[in-house]
Structures are given as C-alpha cells and as structure tokens.
C-alpha cells in the first residue's frame, strides 16, 4: 500500500513537470529563422562556458558540508589562516577569463542580433508597421495598401522590417521563434528585423503588462509560400472592408477582438498615429 501511495505521488510530479515540456516548442530554443537561431546558438555557448562556474560550486558545497557536519567529530575545521597566492589564482583567474572570453563571443554576437540590423544578404524586406493597441496588434503593409489585426502574415525566407508604434500605453513586441523582444511607444519608432525559414503558425505577444487584457494580447505570425502569400493579399484586398476612421474608432477602444483584414488603409497611416502622439519625427533608435 505504501508503495502504491509512493508511486502515484511520484506520478503525480512527473505529470506537472512535464506538462511545461510543450513550451519549448513555442520558445527560441525551437529557432525558426536566422534572428532566433543565432541568438540561441550563443544562448547554448554561454551556458557552457558558465557550466564551469556553478559545477564546481554544485559539487564542492553539499561534499565540504557533509565532511565537515557537525557529527563528524573527528574532521574539525580549525584553518589556519594566511595569504596563499594559489588560492587567490583560483579565486580570480577563472572568472576573469569567463568574462573576457564572453566578452570576445557575444560582442560581435550582439551587433549582428541588433533588431535594427537589417537581412541584407536575403534581399528586400517586406515592409509592415506595428501599432500596438489595448489588448490587440495592427499590422499595416504600407506598400501592399491593406492592413491586418491580430495576424501577421508574411513570405517564409523574405526578410521582413518592421516598424514599431503604441496607439497607447508603452508595450512590447515579442516573436520567440522568429526575433527578440522590442519595445513600441506612443510618439516613437522602433524597428525589428525578422525572416522565417519554415511555413507554419508562429506565437507573437505583448510581453509588457499594459491591464486586464494583458494575457490574451496575442498574435499568430502565418509564414507561408509565396504563391501563397499572394493569394492571401488579393483575397485580403477583395475583401471590401478598409480601414477607415470608424474602424480605426473602434479599434482603439479598449477590448479584445479576433484575427481580421481590412482591404484598404490610407497611404500615411502609421505615420499619422505617430503625429496624433506627438512623435512624427522622433525614433527610438539614431540610424
């Protein structure tokens, strides 16, 4: 009976743990597109370099505590103490070279994983403009004249641009398959660079607290062929639903809505909400 008691508890534990498994999947360890891919490719680096600053500790501490137990009577620790140049080697030495071989690693890591580097060996980017709302995203394609709401669709293997901008509140842009994270602000332009290397559905989400409708302010980022991508512009365009003021109007009210396409939006949109905030001529980033 005991025995039975043991095993379904540790079942039970079992169950919970693995139940987090999934998100991996959803995660920049399951790298979609180059952005992702090296930022965990230098992720992966820097956990095995730093391996060697916490085995030690992992291994040395329960093994000094349990020599030197208070039962251990015949193990006192009585130290006597003085200055020991190898002991202060082992004390600086290792963890100045972990810092500088990091250093060495992940500076030229973090220029090329700059959101604001563009994909330039894969050729023109698609331009889309992202207006963070309360709880929803717009997605604006400025060259394609149509506008989308809590759907990003894009060509698998074409880089994208994209430019960031709040409609209210500060919030934050985050695609963990495809890109880091950025920021988008009210009165401000931010960008973010990102390709997809696979067709598929894609988690996108508002990772800054911004109030009640803060957990279900996602998206889905649909990379697909470009034939495709094409098919889904003329059907998004026949549509015969724009983006006007009274769509713009409600839109802006705080709420939840699904995933939409308006045919049409007016040349200049993204750049009058900048206006609207203040912020026509400011960018949050000098390049």
Not at 72 to 95: D, K, M, Q, V
Not at 148 to 165: D, F, I, Q
Request: include cysteine; glycine fraction near 8%.
């Amino acid at each position: 009976m005991k025995n039975l008691r043991c095993r379904a508890i540790l079942v039970a534990v079992l169950a919970v743990l693995l139940q987090g498994c999934g998100v991996l999947d959803h995660g920049f360890l399951n790298a979609q597109g180059p952005v992702a891919a090296h930022e965990r490719h230098f992720f992966l680096i820097a956990c095995a370099i730093l391996v060697f600053v916490a085995l030690p500790v992992l291994i040395l501490v329960p093994l000094i505590a349990w020599h030197y137990r208070l039962s251990n009577t015949h193990h006192a620790y009585r130290p006597r103490w003085t200055f020991s140049w190898t002991l202060e080697g082992f004390i600086w030495i290792p963890p100045i070279g972990i810092v500088v071989l990091l250093s060495f690693l992940l500076w030229p890591a973090t220029h090329r994983d700059d959101p604001y580097t563009r994909l330039a060996e894969r050729g023109a980017p698609l331009r889309v403009q992202a207006i963070a709302l309360d709880w929803k995203w717009v997605f604006v394609y400025p060259d394609e004249g149509i506008a989308t709401v809590n759907e990003l669709a894009v060509p698998t293997g074409r880089p994208v641009r994209v430019e960031l901008t709040s409609g209210t509140v500060m919030q934050s842009l985050l695609m963990p398959q495809l890109a880091g994270q950025i920021y988008a602000m009210a009165g401000m332009r931010t960008r973010l660079n990102f390709a997809a290397d696979r067709d598929g559905r894609y988690l996108g989400q508002n990772t800054q607290f911004n109030g009640q409708g803060f957990a279900h302010q996602r998206f889905d980022v649909i990379a697909m062929p470009d034939g495709d991508y094409r098919a889904w512009l003329a059907r998004a365009r026949a549509a015969d639903r724009p983006l006007d003021a009274d769509a713009w109007r409600a839109l802006s009210a705080k709420g939840l809505t699904r995933p939409g396409t308006y045919s049409a939006v007016a040349p200049g949109f993204f750049e009058q909400v900048l206006a609207d905030a203040g912020g026509a001529h400011v960018s949050g980033h000098a390049r």
